[in-house]
């Protein structure tokens, strides 16, 4: 997992810092076949993380076709890297390589675990705003206790007592029913 913060050199926010995005990545992999000559058919696929430029005819990372001739691929990824255009003050385009490596074991047959197979790519804001957006929420609280007292901040909401709020009980104030199960 590795964080990529992408920000705007123009717009600030009230503490003087940056505005921008958090790239999470949660999922990279390392592409094995790097040396092969038909990876130029997948050129995308060794590199994790890459940030571009955005261009209208840049709307895909491979063909359909490449397969065809993975030698020769008609769409190359790594021709939109060699322009090596600037990408201050631009509109970008993410392409993230999401994946696992997976090393077949004996306890894999017939049927492969899949207890890994998570991937995720966030986009998150970072010193975009200038406190937390939930707390201009209407029901947000916070609760904090004090001594025996709940103390509870609803941020300037009328809503007075929040609903989410219980009360405490005593474990002897359990009137359930608990059924043994003998094995």
Same mark, same amino acid.
């Given at each position: 997992?590795?964080?990529?913060?992408?920000?705007?050199?123009v717009f600030h926010f009230r503490y003087r810092s940056r505005r921008g995005y958090r790239i999470i990545h949660n999922s990279p992999t390392d592409f094995v076949l790097?040396? #092969?000559?038909? /990876? +130029?058919?997948?050129?995308?696929?060794?590199?994790?993380?890459?940030?571009?430029?955005?261009?209208?005819?840049?709307?895909?990372?491979? #063909?359909?076709? /490449? +397969?065809?001739?993975p030698w020769d691929p008609v769409l190359d990824f790594r021709m939109y890297l060699e322009d090596n255009n600037t990408?201050?003050?631009?509109?970008?385009v993410v392409w993230a390589t999401l994946g696992?490596?997976?090393i077949p074991r004996a306890e894999d047959v017939p049927s492969p675990t899949t207890v890994r197979n998570t991937y995720s790519?966030?986009?998150?804001?970072?010193?975009?705003f200038n406190k937390c957006p939930s707390t201009v929420v209407s029901d947000a609280v916070h609760i904090v206790k004090e001594?025996?007292?709940?103390?509870?901040?609803?941020?300037g909401t009328s809503s007075g007592?929040?609903?989410?709020?219980?009360s405490e009980r005593s474990v002897s104030?359990?009137?359930?029913?608990?059924?043994?199960?003998?094995?």
């Open positions: 997992m590795y964080y990529v913060c992408v920000t705007n050199i790097k040396k #092969s000559a038909v /990876a +130029q058919a997948a050129g995308w696929a060794t590199f994790p993380l890459v940030v571009t430029k955005y261009k209208d005819i840049e709307d895909a990372s491979s #063909s359909l076709y /490449a +397969q065809g001739d990408i201050v003050d631009e509109d970008l696992s490596t997976v790519l966030l986009l998150t804001p970072h010193n975009y001594g025996d007292e709940m103390v509870v901040d609803t941020f007592q929040p609903s989410c709020l219980q104030d359990f009137y359930g029913k608990i059924d043994r199960v003998d094995p």
